[in-house]
C-alpha cells in the first residue's frame, strides 16, 4: 500500500488564516484544495510537506463574479462550477470549450481553477485557455496583494511565480468584447491533452485588434504562441491568414516524443487545433456556434 510520509494538517478559516499557517510551518508546508495532483504524489514519495494547509472552507475563494469589467473567478472555484457558470459562458466560451474536456465529473466536481493553474502541468486545459484571454493572476501574501499576468505566472513545468507564503486568491479576465473557442486532442475522453489550442479575439470593424493563442501539451514557452498572435493582430481573419498563423505555431513549439505520439505528428495536430480554434473564435464573433 502506497502512504504518504507523515505530515501536519491544517484546516485554515479565512485567506488570513491560512497564510499565517503558511507563515508558520514555513517553506515545508503546501496549501490543498481538491488535491487530485498533490494527494497521489505524496502516496508516491515525490511530495513530503511537513504541513497541509486546508482551504476547502474558504468559500470567499469560490465566487465567479463580473467586477468592474472584468471577470472574476476564485481559485476555489470547482472545474464543474466554471463549466455550469452562465456569466463564464456568455463573456468566454473557451473556459466552457476546455472544462467539457477536462477529466471526468468526479475530477470536476473536486479539482479547482487555481489548483489546476498552480501545479502548472505542461499538459494543463486551463492554463493555456487563462493564457489566450490575457488573464491576470490576482496572488496575496502576509505582506498584502500583488497581481501577475497568467502568461508570467507560469514560469515553466510545474513551476509558477508564487513565492513561499503566498497564495493564488483570484484570476481576473478583462471583458472587452474578445469571443474565444478551445479545441483538443486525447487519446481518450477527459485524457491529458495530445495537444490544444485555444484561441481568443477581438475585432475592430474587420481587423483583428487583439489576438491571443495558448496551447497545451506542446512545449510552447509560456503556453502560448507569441509569433502566431503577432501574424494576426493588425489583419482580417481570412482564412489563409488563419492558416499561415497556425502553421507559425506549429513551428514555434517544441513538443517531444513520448507515448502519445512523435514531433511531427505533434506539430501537425497543432497547426490543425490552432487554425480550428481561430476558425469556431471568428465564426463565433459573427453569430454562429
Known amino acids: 500500500m502506497q502512504v504518504p510520509a507523515q505530515f501536519q494538517y491544517e484546516k485554515a478559516t479565512s485567506v488570513g488564516h491560512a497564510l499565517r499557517l503558511l507563515a508558520k510551518y514555513g517553506a515545508e508546508s503546501r496549501v490543498v484544495a481538491g488535491g487530485h495532483s498533490l494527494l497521489p504524489m505524496m502516496k508516491l514519495r515525490l511530495a513530503q510537506p511537513e504541513a497541509l494547509i486546508d482551504i476547502n472552507d474558504l468559500d470567499e475563494l469560490a465566487l465567479i463574479r463580473v467586477d468592474d469589467g472584468e471577470l472574476c ?4 472555484v470547482r472545474h464543474a462550477a466554471l463549466l455550469d ?7 468566454f466560451p473557451i473556459f466552457h470549450d476546455a472544462e467539457r474536456v477536462i477529466a471526468d465529473p468526479i475530477v470536476r466536481n ?7 493553474l498552480c501545479q502548472a502541468d505542461p499538459s494543463e486545459d486551463l492554463s493555456a485557455a487563462f493564457c489566450a484571454v ?5 496572488i496575496e501574501g502576509l505582506g498584502g496583494r500583488r497581481t501577475v499576468p497568467v502568461r508570467e505566472f507560469l514560469v515553466g513545468p510545474y513551476e509558477t511565480v508564487l513565492a ?4 493564488l486568491v483570484e484570476i481576473r479576465v478583462p471583458i472587452e468584447g474578445s469571443v474565444s473557442a478551445y479545441e483538443k486532442v486525447d487519446r481518450r475522453a477527459g485524457d491529458w491533452a495530445v495537444a490544444a489550442a485555444g484561441a481568443a479575439v477581438r475585432f475592430d470593424g474587420e481587423t483583428l485588434a487583439e489576438v491571443g493563442i495558448g ?11 507569441v509569433e502566431a498572435e503577432d501574424f494576426l493582430r493588425g489583419g482580417p481573419a481570412t482564412a489563409g491568414r488563419i492558416t499561415e498563423a497556425a502553421s507559425i505555431a506549429a513551428r514555434h513549439c517544441n513538443p517531444y516524443a513520448d507515448q502519445r505520439g512523435p514531433v511531427a505528428y505533434k506539430r501537425s495536430l497543432v497547426a490543425t487545433l490552432t487554425a480550428r480554434a481561430l476558425t469556431r473564435a471568428v465564426a463565433r464573433h459573427h453569430g454562429e456556434r
Open 85 to 91: 457558470s452562465a456569466v463564464a459562458g456568455e463573456h
Open 134 to 138: 490575457r488573464a491576470t493572476a490576482v
Open 164 to 167: 513561499g507564503g503566498e497564495i
Open 215 to 225: 496551447l497545451t501539451a506542446v512545449g510552447a514557452t509560456n503556453f502560448v504562441a
Open 73 to 76: 473567478v476564485g481559485a476555489m
Open 110 to 116: 473536486r479539482g479547482t481553477v487555481g489548483g489546476s
